[in-house]
């Protein structure tokens, strides 16, 4: 199990509904597999902003314990409850590992002193797409097994003109980062068939309603999208199960077989 691979696409502000054939046909082509589990329902933080959620999303836990509840990252308790990647850096430091983030307070804050690869400069995405595509293509000398990335443009998109499937601006940068997700996959599946056993996840932090996600009662912003996909795993999750953020860390460490006790 220590020798399998992550790819996790991080897509700020994805409104479920905005997840359909004509917008993101990528995604939508994944809803078909059987192989793969989504949740067009997955459930978000008690408070929708971004830092709790990813925060959550890497930790394995919820907020009242990593203590992030808002932007600022203030109180974070990252020493009693690391990332998924501290405890793969402390059961093997031959694995590589990778975040590439558009919104740099996950780097920062987050995950620093953890992974190998961690970035500080800010990146738009398109930029976080090509660095992605370059290390995993072995254009360069990282070949990272564990691979996080963010992208932050939609949420921008959604806070300029509005989270919603009519407003053109969100479903034409919705369908960019699909593109970019397809595109990424496919690395993945030239490495499968070069005989490396990847999972790949797309995940969210919140939705969004007008131009806001701050209010945690609608479900257009509480709920989000959620995927993975891997060619012989069975998803037990898949007849009945609700994700949430802290689902994401533990299916990982599952996954490469580590334990975070």
């Not at 097994?145 to 443009?153: H, M, N, V």
Request: one cysteine or more; charged letters at 15%; proline letters at 4%.
């Amino acid at each position: 199990k220590i020798n399998r691979k992550i790819l996790v696409v991080g897509i700020d502000g994805f409104r479920s509904d905005a997840m359909q054939e004509s917008v993101t046909p990528f995604m939508y082509s994944l809803t078909q597999h059987s192989n793969a589990y989504y949740n067009l329902t997955h459930n978000t933080e008690g408070i929708t902003y971004s830092g709790p959620n990813w925060s959550s999303m890497l930790t394995g836990v919820h907020m009242d314990k990593h203590n992030v509840t808002d932007n600022s990252f203030d109180g974070r308790n990252y020493d009693n409850y690391p990332s998924f990647f501290y405890y793969i850096e402390q059961a093997s430091k031959n694995i590589n590992t990778a975040s590439i983030v558009n919104w740099t307070p996950i780097n920062y804050y987050t995950l620093s002193n953890q992974a190998d690869l961690v970035p500080l400069e800010s990146m738009n995405d398109a930029e976080v797409f090509e660095y992605a595509k370059n290390i995993l293509e072995d254009k360069n000398n990282v070949n990272p097994d564990i691979l996080f990335l963010q992208f932050d443009e939609l949420d921008g998109s959604g806070h300029s003109y509005g989270f919603h499937s009519l407003v053109p601006e969100y479903t034409n940068t919705a369908n960019i980062l699909d593109s970019y997700a397809q595109e990424l996959f496919n690395i993945i599946e030239n490495r499968r068939a070069n005989g490396e056993d990847w999972l790949y996840f797309i995940i969210s932090d919140h939705g969004g309603e007008g131009t806001s996600h701050s209010d945690a009662s609608d479900p257009n912003i509480n709920q989000t999208i959620f995927f993975a996909q891997h060619p012989e795993l069975p998803f037990k999750a898949s007849c009945c199960y609700v994700s949430s953020q802290v689902d994401l860390a533990p299916t990982i460490l599952d996954f490469i077989g580590i334990s975070s006790s």
